[in-house]
């Protein structure tokens, strides 16, 4: 968690009056519990991010991750909500494997622009999506087993790509330069 005075003055880390940069976001993300209090003599609004940090995750993996957000009107009943949310996180739930798509390939990732998508022929493809990081569709493109993407007009980032077909849905991350 980083913690950041919302009304921080110009020459600070991180300074929401002038917006959110990507560097002071790596910056927060990136931090870990570095800065764990902010506005506490002033009495300021507060912002706080929260992340995770996985040792190991490979490309095209996926995990599960929890937050508890808690809120109460006293410090005790805050601290108790604590301690029940860390009780209750503190038993791994079982899950369930991810399912492997074979023959599902997406290459070059990362890409500048041209994209290619393999499935095999018994998935049944109907349609590609690519989706960026507001869940919004910014390419959508019918398909069959062999799909060639252009993402060249697309900012750089992160985006979903998003196959579906007859026998379901297959996702996979793919990073625009």
């Not at 909500?81 to 899950?95: G, N």
């Not at 290459?107 to 919004?136: H, K």
């Amino acid at each position: 968690m980083y913690s950041i005075d919302n009304a921080a003055p110009a020459g600070t880390d991180v300074r929401l009056g002038d917006g959110f940069s990507p560097a002071e976001k790596f910056l927060t993300l990136s931090s870990g519990t570095t800065k764990a209090s902010a506005g506490l003599g002033s009495g300021t609004d507060v912002s706080q991010v929260v992340g995770a940090r996985l040792a190991k995750l490979a490309p095209g993996d996926s995990t599960v991750v929890t937050f508890a957000m808690m809120s109460a009107s006293s410090l005790a009943q805050l601290q108790a909500a604590a301690e029940a949310a860390s009780i209750a996180y503190a038993t791994l739930l079982p899950t369930r494997a991810a399912a492997k798509a074979a023959g599902f390939n997406v290459f070059p990732n990362p890409t500048n622009g041209p994209l290619q998508l393999e499935l095999p022929a018994q998935f049944g493809l109907r349609q590609v999506q690519v989706i960026n990081t507001m869940g919004q569709v910014v390419l959508q493109q019918a398909g069959s087993s062999l799909v060639s993407l252009n993402l060249a007009g697309l900012a750089a980032g992160l985006y979903t790509v998003r196959a579906q077909g007859s026998a379901g849905v297959l996702t996979r991350a793919v990073v625009v330069r």
